[in-house]
C-alpha cells in the first residue's frame, strides 16, 4: 500500500526556537503544533521536530534538503537568506563535485546541516 505522506522526526533543544527559524527564516508552514512538537509543511511531505530537553542527543550526520525547481531558484534562495538570520551558511550555491547536484549548505539553530539544491539531469 502506498503511504499517503511522510514524516520526518528530529530532536530539537529548544522547539520555540526551532519553529520560528523554520516559519520565519525559511518560510516552511507549520501543518501541526502540538506545543512539543511541530511539523512542517514541505510539499511532498512533512519535517517535524519534538523537544526532548536533554533526554536526547540530536541526530548526528543527516542533511535536511530541500528541492527546488531550477538552479536559478537555488542561486536566489541563497540571496535570500543572505539576508536573514541564516545560522552558518557554508559557501555559495555550487555544483557538488561527486552528484549532480547545485545546492548550498547551512546549519539551523540545532547544528542540523541544511541544503537547498537542484538536481541536475
Known amino acids: 500500500m502506498k503511504p499517503e505522506s511522510s514524516v520526518i522526526f528530529f530532536p530539537c533543544k529548544n522547539i520555540q526556537e ?9 518560510e516552511l508552514p507549520v501543518y501541526k ?15 517535524a521536530f519534538v523537544e526532548y530537553g536533554s533526554e536526547r542527543p540530536m541526530a548526528s550526520g543527516a542533511c535536511i534538503s530541500f528541492n527546488l525547481p531550477s538552479v536559478q ?13 541564516v545560522i552558518d551558511l557554508k559557501g555559495p550555491p555550487a555544483q557538488h563535485p561527486r552528484f549532480p547536484v547545485y545546492s548550498f549548505f547551512f546549519s539551523d539553530p540545532n547544528g542540523y ?4 539544491q537542484k538536481t541536475l539531469d
Open 73 to 85: 531558484a537555488v542561486d536566489d534562495m541563497y540571496k535570500v537568506l543572505q539576508g536573514r538570520a
Open 113 to 116: 546541516t541544511l541544503e537547498y
Open 18 to 26: 526551532t519553529m520560528v527559524y523554520y516559519s520565519s527564516v525559511l
Open 33 to 47: 503544533d502540538l506545543g512539543h512538537t511541530v511539523w512542517f509543511d514541505c510539499g511532498y511531505g512533512y519535517l
